[in-house]
């Protein structure tokens, strides 16, 4: 549980730091890894990860869409891809099922629609490696 709070301590400070929407999105990247191989979180650690992208997600919105670049804007939502699909697995798991499949309606915004759905089914490992 400490070492939960204390990622979620430092994407707090780092997300408020960023200056850039690189630092930005390098930042989020961090989170989202760190989140989603973390397998010693209690639900209490679940709700607090969720506040700590929801502080991303208004800064996403309040300070560095407007400045994205649209290669930054899929590497985002690759990202976010990556943590819905965390908090998907989680959910379902603590309900006693499995992931067996999930749906690929994409909507109109087919770039972000993309990029979200590359980091919902793409490999983690090579986003770990960045």
């Not at 990622?7 to 690189?22: D, E, F, G, N, Q």
């Not at 697995?89 to 759905?117: L, P």
């Amino acid at each position: 549980m400490r070492k939960i709070l204390i990622i979620c301590a430092l994407a707090t400070a780092i997300c408020t730091s960023a200056t850039t929407p690189r630092e930005f999105i390098t930042d989020f990247g961090t989170f989202v890894n760190k989140v989603s191989t973390d397998t010693t979180m209690t639900r209490a650690d679940h709700l607090r990860a969720d506040s700590t992208y929801n502080v991303f997600m208004k800064q996403y919105d309040d300070v560095y869409k407007k400045d994205m670049t649209q290669k930054e804007r899929d590497e985002f939502f690759k990202y976010k891809g990556r943590y819905t699909k965390y908090r998907i697995a989680n959910r379902v798991n603590n309900i006693g099922g499995k992931v067996d499949s999930v749906g690929t309606n994409v909507g109109d915004k087919i770039n972000q629609g993309v990029s979200f759905i590359q980091g919902l089914f793409g490999s983690d490992k090579k986003a770990e490696k960045k």
